[in-house]
């Protein structure tokens, strides 16, 4: 069983760039969360998907938007990248409506803003 | 959501028992009381959760004293491979729950 897959792993860019990365949840998981990690910090959450739609959301510019697939699979874009955008993006799949719900995370997207 | 607050760093010794305590005075009724384990460069992994009392998994051994305005986490024996940065988070961990984390305790094991 696959758990939760990120790509890329790695990726480089420059300041007023857009960037796409993409989630797909462990087998299962109809739910999919995206976290900002900077160094030395803990993960912040960014937006929670589920049924297509972005159901919370965290203290983030309108520059991060995300989607999910009728898959469950998600995309996380960031338009007009700043320096402080720096960070690895971490994506976290659960089931909705489960009690106690533990989240799976993938191994992370490490974003280099130059 | 509950503020929790946990020492920045700890060091151990292979071998002995690490106890990493966690302070969450405005805990809710609600609220429950969660690990994670995170290693450089991979995303947090989920090690254990408990509402009062003591839990214990394969893993690790969490206590929650009767107030519940804090809580610790046991590991026992530890290895170095337990070098990582644990969190304790709280909250109501409900089907559309998001995950609400700190700074962590980063734990160093040496030889």
């Known amino acids: 069983d696959a758990g939760v897959t990120q790509s890329p792993t790695h990726l480089i860019k420059t300041r007023g760039q857009q960037v796409t990365l993409r989630c797909s949840p462990k087998?299962?998981?109809?739910?999919v969360s995206w976290y900002q990690q900077a160094l030395g910090q803990g993960p912040q959450f960014i937006f929670q998907?589920?049924?297509?739609?972005?159901?919370q959301r965290g203290n983030f510019p309108d520059r991060f938007s995300g989607h999910q697939f009728p898959n469950y699979s998600s995309e996380l874009n960031v338009n007009a990248l700043l320096l402080g955008d720096s960070a690895l993006y971490l994506c976290?799949?659960?089931?909705?409506?489960?009690?106690?719900?533990?989240?799976?995370f993938g191994p992370g997207t490490r974003l280099t803003v130059l | 959501l509950a503020k929790t607050t946990q020492p920045i760093s700890m060091d151990s010794y292979e071998g002995q028992e690490v106890n990493i305590t966690c302070s969450h005075n405005?805990?809710?009724?609600?609220?429950?009381i969660t690990w994670y384990q995170q290693f450089p460069s991979q995303g947090p992994r989920f090690i254990i959760q408990?509402?009062?009392t003591k839990v214990t998994n394969e893993v690790a051994s969490l206590f929650i004293p009767a107030d519940r305005k804090s809580s610790t986490l046991s590991l026992p024996r530890v290895s170095l491979s337990d070098t990582a940065v644990y969190y304790c988070?709280?909250?109501?961990?409900?089907?559309?729950?998001?995950?609400?984390f700190g700074k962590g305790t980063m734990l160093l094991v040496s030889p």
């Open positions: 976290a799949s659960s089931r909705a409506g489960v009690v106690h719900n533990e989240q799976f």
């Open positions: 087998s299962g998981h109809d739910t």
């Open positions: 998907y589920y049924e297509e739609e972005e159901r």
């Open positions: 405005n805990i809710a009724t609600n609220d429950y």
């Open positions: 408990g509402y009062k």
């Open positions: 988070l709280v909250g109501d961990m409900g089907g559309y729950s998001t995950l609400t």
